[in-house]
């Protein structure tokens, strides 16, 4: 670590004496050697997958502190590891986060003690997934949206528009109907996805957050899902089945990750995405801190240099992903540039409505809202027939 | 002046010759501790957690005893899984018998040599690779634009093949994305599972008891039926056991191959975790028990194990 850092981090730490941040820390002190963090695969490279992809060796380097990696393929694993302890940072998505502040199970962050908190997007800064009245309970790592993927020589010059190729029956540019050429994602969490689109096209419903939706409202998304099962062979899960399916399967629409659409471009396939003019819904992740972190100041050291490093500009390339901090888009300090930014869902931040965990009270009102599980339970039904 | 006292090993040997029981005791604990607390103590942990509840409006787990978890699974969304699962199962456990049958019977019968070694590679080298691997392969092979259509295309089949896509039910847009298909794929993977166990019992039947029901007169026909069916039952039973209940609790193939509806398996991952309906989840993981116990009662009552 280097001295700068410290005095800065100390200067910091001086200011922000409120009675808030009573229980965070204060001021960073020397590296305790580790740090022990909790990812999503891919998230934290070494340079072991693909030696170009490296943003721990020089951390490690600069501040003695070795990174542990432990991956998650699922927010109830990433919750799960956190409850049992043991761990200092969770790269932690929207339906986990919260979960985590409510359950005590991670701590507020002073962003006083982390400099380059000032580069994180203006628009991310005070987020509801981490900031809960005002604390912080950790910096934002990275987010994308779900765009829409398509197939150029199903749709020709007139790429779609609107989400209604995936929802609605209808002819398509090259002639043919949509009906078994199109998919959805099999996850709940997609009666969001009809919900927006609701949102567009039936505003008579009154639904606010595709995330929060009262009975009426979400009987609507169920029926349009019901009509959508119709066009649907198969449901996607996995991007690489996705991707398969668009190559093998003739889809030539769906809902999808930039990651995927990056993919397939680089293997030469005519695939394209949009995020159509109904917006999207999308995920955005963030590096939170375990209550009872064993190595705070490393932990700390961590959070900077994932705001400062090359590690938002690489990682975008990497996971088809954008920054938390849009300079990481220009400043040539990785290897992403403005397009690639663009290109993977900045400029469109606008339109995506990020994912959280739909819960009874809303602001709808206490109770007023259909919870997440019954969300499970009915989207099995629909994808069931029923 | 001290008296030389045997070692702790010397001691423990007086008293495990002396007390046999002693050394039973000690030996058997481990294993039974597996079991009772490990294998048997999970098994009850989930099997209270079904008797539990989730609250409608909270979402949150009443801990009280209760069967409304169980009748949840009567409605129609979740019936539709379990019976789904079970008639894919008990497909595949046909199909199995009726292919493995023949297969096995001619390893145990006429195959000799460098044939028998052959057999046993042939069966045994899909289990050698990765269950992920060859179930990613036949979604490849079954694709809309995949070998199975081309080839079926190359012969002029292709009415035939769109008129069992056309089927109701078990139809759909390809192979891929029908239930044929993981159909198809269930009875690959497990097929090992059925022809092994057939092989092994086929080969126990004394070829003597051939030879005296043809001298009395029985025709091949009757032969199968009254003396190796009986003798190889035990075989097809135990086979039927091992596709019956992988196919009950897979909760892969359905997810790479077919039309997305869900199987026990995928409802069970699907209620567990953020949906936080670890009730319903317990619920649906007693189903594939349940019917297994059954299967073996039934398979019991036929006088399938008189033979083990």
């Known amino acids: 670590m280097s001295a700068r850092f410290l005095v800065t981090a100390s200067a910091a730490a001086l200011i922000a004496a409120q009675p808030v941040l009573a229980q965070m820390a204060t001021e960073i002190g020397a590296g305790e050697g580790q740090v022990d963090i909790v990812a999503w695969p891919g998230y934290i490279e070494r340079g072991e997958t693909d030696a170009a992809f490296d943003w721990v060796t020089k951390f490690e380097e600069a501040s003695g502190c070795k990174v542990n990696v432990k991956t998650a393929n699922t927010s109830d694993e990433m919750v799960a590891l956190m409850n049992e302890g043991g761990f200092d940072l969770v790269t932690a998505s929207g339906d986990a986060s919260l979960r985590l502040i409510a359950g005590k199970r991670v701590q507020p962050v002073n962003v006083d003690l982390i400099p380059s908190w000032a580069s994180v997007d203006d628009r991310l800064k005070d987020a509801p997934w981490h900031t809960v009245d005002g604390t912080h309970y950790g910096t934002p790592y990275m987010w994308g949206p779900n765009v829409l993927m398509y197939n150029k020589d199903a749709f020709g010059d007139t790429p779609p528009t609107s989400w209604n190729v995936v929802f609605e029956e209808m002819t398509l540019p090259d002639g043919q109907s949509n009906k078994g050429r199109v998919q959805a994602y099999d996850g709940p969490i997609h009666i969001a996805d009809a919900a927006q689109y609701l949102m567009a096209h039936k505003p008579e419903l009154g639904i606010t957050s595709p995330y929060e939706l009262n009975e009426d409202q979400y009987k609507a998304a169920l029926d349009l899902l019901r009509g959508q099962r119709e066009l649907v062979n198969r449901y996607w899960h996995d991007a690489f089945i996705q991707m398969d399916d668009f190559k093998n399967e003739g889809v030539v629409a769906s809902g999808s990750w930039p990651f995927q659409v990056n993919i397939l471009q680089s293997e030469g396939q005519p695939i394209a995405s949009v995020v159509p003019e109904e917006g999207a819904t999308g995920w955005a992740d963030t590096t939170m801190m375990h209550v009872d972190a064993a190595h705070p100041n490393c932990a700390y050291m961590w959070m900077e240099h994932s705001l400062a490093s090359n590690l938002q500009s690489d990682l975008s390339v990497w996971f088809g992903a954008v920054p938390s901090v849009p300079a990481a888009c220009s400043d040539g300090r990785g290897m992403q540039n403005q397009e690639g930014c663009d290109a993977n869902g900045l400029a469109d931040f606008e339109k995506i409505r990020f994912w959280t965990t739909p819960v009874s009270n809303c602001s709808q009102g206490e109770g007023a809202c259909v919870p997440y599980y019954r969300w499970v339970s009915d989207y099995i039904g629909v994808i069931g027939g029923r | ?308």
């Not at chain 2, 896509?165 to 993977?189: D, H, N, R, W």
């Not at chain 2, 190796?228 to 596709?243: D, H, K, R, V």
């Open chain 2, 1 to 308: 002046m001290e008296a030389v006292r045997p070692g702790i090993a010397a001691r423990l040997s007086d008293l495990f010759w002396r007390r046999p029981g002693a050394l039973l005791l000690v030996l058997l604990i481990p294993p039974l501790l597996w079991l009772g607390v490990i294998y048997i103590g999970s098994l009850a942990a989930l099997l209270v957690q079904s008797f539990f509840s989730i609250d409608e409006f909270s979402g949150l787990i009443n801990y009280e005893f209760t069967l409304k978890t169980y009748a949840e699974l009567l409605r129609p969304a979740n019936f539709d899984i379990i019976l789904r699962t079970t008639l894919m199962a008990a497909a595949v456990t046909l199909a199995a018998a009726v292919i493995a049958f023949p297969i096995a019977y001619y390893a145990a019968r006429f195959a000799k040599g460098h044939m028998k070694a052959l057999f046993y590679l042939g069966v045994m080298l899909p289990l050698w690779s990765s269950y992920l691997v060859k179930v990613y392969a036949w979604k490849l092979i079954l694709a809309k634009e995949g070998i199975l259509t081309w080839a079926v295309d190359g012969v002029g089949a292709s009415a035939a093949l769109n008129a069992i896509l056309a089927l109701p039910v078990i139809g759909g847009g390809s192979l891929s994305v029908s239930y044929i298909g993981t159909f198809l794929v269930f009875l690959y993977v497990w097929l090992p599972f059925m022809i092994l166990p057939v092989q092994a019992a086929l080969e126990r039947v004394p070829a003597n008891l051939l030879e005296a029901s043809n001298d009395l007169g029985a025709r091949p026909g009757q032969t199968l039926r009254h003396v190796i069916l009986p003798l190889a039952m035990p075989g097809i039973i135990a086979g039927s056991i091992f596709t019956f209940s992988l196919t009950l609790g897979d909760y892969i193939i359905p997810q790479i191959v077919g039309s997305s509806r869900l199987f026990i398996g995928q409802a069970v991952y699907a209620h567990q975790g953020t949906a936080g309906n670890i009730p319903l989840a317990a619920a649906f993981a007693v189903v594939p028990i349940v019917i297994m116990g059954l299967y073996l009662w039934m398979a019991k009552r036929q006088g399938a194990f008189d033979a083990l």
